[in-house]
Structure formats: C-alpha cells, structure tokens
C-alpha cells in the first residue's frame, strides 16, 4: 500500500522558516490535487494551502503571504515553505492528496500523511 510521508518539521524561532516535504512512500501511477492541513489538539484539522497538478494554489488567509506551496510532478513532491513563522502556526502538519495507485481505482483516492509537528517558540 501506499502513504504520504511527510519531513521537514521541527523547532523554530518565531520569524524563521521552514520547509516541509511530502512524497508518497511507494510507487503510484499519478499525484493530482496536493494539500496541506494543520491541527492542533483540540481543535478542527485546518486546510492551509491547495496545488493543482498544473499547479494552481489557494492558501487559508491565516498564511497568505508568508506559506508558499510548491509541486515537483516528476518527483510527486510537494513543498510546503513556511516564512515568517509565527507561534499561532504551531500545529502538526499533514499531507493530502488524490492519487493514483498500482492498489487502487483508476480514479484518483484521497490519502494522508502521519504528520510532521512544527513547533513556532516566541
């Protein structure tokens, strides 16, 4: 089976930067629509940033000019450059996606990733 691996988090001072990773653990026929979510405990899982296969993105409000959202489609990576971090943008991050899978159907499926913790000091 497949999965998203996620890397790339860690401990940072407020005003640094980050940047995550996500590539599927295995091999798949196709990546299409990626996203970022973010949760922190206790409360609801927060979409962040969406990137088409042609690579249209869309941010929450919260991140607009300070999160950029990348793709490499001949890696089936996605890039999550997060600057100007802030304390409120501590949370554990996920990767989404709609994949094409030698297990699955020949239409996309939505998979996760584990999550990878970002931790913003002030």
């Known amino acids: 089976q497949v999965q998203l691996v996620e890397s790339g988090g860690g401990l940072v001072q407020a005003g640094g930067s980050l940047r995550l990773s996500c590539a599927p653990s295995g091999r798949i026929f196709s990546a299409h629509t990626m996203r970022w979510y973010r949760q922190v405990p206790g409360e609801q899982r927060e979409l962040v940033a969406t990137?088409?296969?042609?690579?249209?993105?869309n941010y929450a409000d919260s991140v607009k000019g300070r999160f950029t959202i990348s793709r490499d489609n001949a890696k089936n990576t996605v890039y999550l450059q997060m600057n100007s971090l802030k304390p409120e943008d501590t949370a554990v991050y996920y990767c989404n996606g709609d994949l094409v899978t030698p297990y699955g159907l020949e239409s996309p499926s939505e998979y996760w990733g584990q999550g990878t913790q970002v931790t913003v000091s002030s």
């Open positions: 990137i088409t296969r042609a690579g249209s993105s």
